[in-house]
């Protein structure tokens, strides 16, 4: 199905992020961040790298939750590590596929031939009881593709967002 489609531009754009520990990513601007990958909690580079190549998986094959977290889960036990809580691995797995494809459709729609025939972005998230007050106000709204807005804070705009970029 569509779903399960590549997507590489997504691909490409979480391949490209370096690999470092929460506290030197805490020390980033916003910018730098997005060109940074970290996961709260994990210390050792090789965990670090073990949840990033777990993660590229299933942004490359188009794998669901439930089977990026068996991976990982075997990754680990196979290190001798422990799991980490089921939580938390949905939050590694929704901000790197968020992330990724919203990387990805930026890259698409910033083509010079996209861009001259759709010259505005809008923002969409998803309004219900999860929804957060500051992305509640941003869904829905256009702004043109070259907007500082977008390359200072454009989605997804922090943990668990589901908002994106049409």
Same mark, same amino acid.
């Given at each position: 199905?569509?779903?399960?489609?590549?997507?590489?531009e997504a691909f490409?754009?979480?391949?490209?992020?370096?690999?470092?520990? $929460?506290?030197? +990513?805490?020390?980033?601007?916003?910018?730098?961040? $997005?060109?940074? +990958?970290? #996961?709260?909690?994990?210390?050792?580079?090789?965990?670090?790298? !073990? =949840? +990033?190549?777990?993660?590229?998986?299933? #942004? *490359?094959?188009?794998?669901?939750? @439930? !089977?990026? *977290?068996?991976?990982? %889960?075997? $990754?680990?036990?196979?290190? /001798?590590?422990?799991?980490?809580n089921p939580s938390?691995?949905?939050? #590694?797995? *929704?901000? =790197?596929?968020? =992330?990724?494809?919203?990387? /990805?459709?930026?890259?698409?729609?910033?083509?010079?031939?996209?861009?001259?025939?759709?010259?505005?972005?809008? #923002?969409? /998230?998803?309004?219900d009881a999860r929804?957060?007050?500051?992305? *509640?106000?941003?869904?829905?709204?256009?702004?043109?593709? /070259?907007?500082? +807005?977008?390359?200072?804070?454009?989605?997804?705009? =922090?943990? %668990?967002? @589901?908002? $994106?970029?049409?």
């Open positions: 199905g569509f779903a399960a489609k590549p997507f590489p490409e754009a979480f391949l490209a992020k370096s690999v470092i520990p $929460r506290a030197m +990513f805490d020390r980033l601007d916003d910018k730098a961040k $997005r060109k940074a +990958f970290t #996961i709260a909690g994990l210390a050792k580079t090789e965990m670090l790298q !073990t =949840g +990033f190549d777990a993660l590229a998986t299933s #942004i *490359r094959e188009g794998r669901d939750l @439930r !089977t990026f *977290r068996k991976d990982l %889960n075997a $990754r680990f036990d196979s290190a /001798g590590w422990s799991r980490l938390h691995v949905e939050t #590694i797995f *929704r901000n =790197g596929v968020m =992330g990724a494809y919203s990387s /990805g459709r930026e890259r698409q729609m910033s083509q010079p031939h996209v861009l001259k025939a759709r010259p505005y972005w809008q #923002i969409l /998230g998803v309004d929804t957060r007050a500051a992305h *509640r106000k941003a869904h829905g709204k256009v702004l043109p593709a /070259g907007d500082p +807005f977008f390359e200072k804070a454009g989605p997804p705009f =922090g943990h %668990n967002c @589901r908002c $994106r970029v049409v």
